[in-house]
């Protein structure tokens, strides 16, 4: 048996091995390059608190690492990963391979890149070749597409900090090849993910370092400056590497997170390439923590609730099809799994989106030793809801469903919705509860001045008519109305800064004012004949 334990554990450890591979980015001579006098790529393991950081200097010899899923569960959808290093060093474990291993759980093809580092000693034109290795990459997931099981048109590139500055050029310099494209192949990402990345090169926002290391040619007498015109820096290389200045309707869709109190590069980068992409109508999703340090990788020490997760969802909704829109399966088992409640048992359903998802994660002393049941799935409108309504309600025989939608109609996660289309799907869902004998509670769509996943969409005064809708029916209807609204808004009709990081979704706080609002609606319920 022992011997049996260990064998297995061996073929166990080579699959894992065999999941990765890493390959020469270029079959023949590498581009822009220098013969080097002494080979300079060296690898160092870093100890940083509690982790180890694997660290690389002086590349000369690019590569791509594969990391592809198990078959079964690939998605079709790749991403490119840039380590970051302020084109000085590269990070490649923890804004790397950690990184594209936490893409193949989810069934995403991911390749890490090993791109050169600026040297004027080792290239002709020290301000590409990182470029260059970004292209190249791109091309070469495109042209093996088919042989790794990756749909050509699902391509994306990361980068952070650094490589945020590399991942977003590629991403607004596709339209010239700094490689050999024979075949015409794409350049284009099909979309972007920037971590705390450098955009700007521009006196007030640039890391010093990155911009030094891609573009300077100064001296060391002047190297202290912080002006780009004392550091050897043409201006024309400023503005063509200060990304949020190449921007276009052609840019592709990005997902982007940084946090406020970045020390090391201003998240001023940040707020400058959303600008940039909202101007250019180019769909952006947002994920800013209120604190963190820089270079964190996936996991904000500071924070809950984490980028990468975010960023997954966003990838699944707008990269991967939706063979189940309305998730029915997402409960399947545990709907299966539940008995039928005894007579006594005051069952009750709480039935919504990723607030009420988020409820049971944030504050579980609210669910602990209660009838309760979660039945929120994230990202969720009302006509979604409305078609898992009879397995996730109607069939657990609660005697009480609390209904709370609406925020993610407003800010079109599945499609444009008038507010009446949305009330319309609440009464459905209202209706078909009454028709099956469990009483209701209409729950107030909860605060928010904007959508971080969709900013300029100015959904306050729409959530106050939406909620005056339902309020209405519900008093028509002699219907209990939850109003949390009124509890959880600031002077703009957003949630209060302290309910809520992000200003749509509630922290423990928000949930702590929900939660008794919650328990007197549902005894009132339970009181009505």
Known sequence: MRMFRILFLFFALSHVAF?????????GDVPNSSKATVPIDTSVTHNVGPNKIDILHGVITPTLTLYLPDP????????????????????????????AKKFNEVGIAAFVLKYRLPRKELMPDKRIGSL?????????VRENAKQWNINPNKIGILGSSAGGHLASTAGTHFEKAYIDNPNNISLRPNFMILNYPVISFSDSLTHQGSRMNLIGHADAAVRGSKKFQELGMPLEDVEL?????????????????????DNVVPVGNTFAFIAALQQHNVPVETFIYESGPHGFGMYNPTAKEQWIDACLRWIKRNFEPNLDWANLKRFESENKNLTNPVSTENRIVFMGNSITEGWSRLAPGFWNGKPYINRGISGQTTPQMLLRFKQDVIDLNPKVVVILAGTNDIAGNTGPMTLEQSRDNIIAMAQLAKA???????????????????????????IVALNQMIKAYCARNKIVYLDYHTAMKDERNGLKKELGSDGVHPNEAGYEIMGPLAEQAIKAALGKK
């Open 436 to 462: 099956n004998g469990i009483k209701v509670i209409l729950s107030s769509v909860i605060p928010a001045f904007d959508f971080p996943w969709r900013p300029g969409l100015e959904p306050a005064p729409k």
């Open 72 to 99: 079964a569960r690939a998605t079709g959808t790749a991403v490119i990963i840039c380590p970051g290093g302020g084109y000085f060093i590269l990070a490649t474990s923890h804004e790397g391979h950690d990184m």
């Open 241 to 261: 590497f200060s990304n949020e200045l190449q921007v276009t309707p052609k840019t592709p869709p990005t997902f982007i997170t940084a946090p406020l109190t």
């Open 19 to 27: 999941a990765q591979k890493e390959i020469p980015l270029y079959s």
């Open 132 to 140: 260059q290795d970004a292209q190249r990459a791109i091309q070469v």
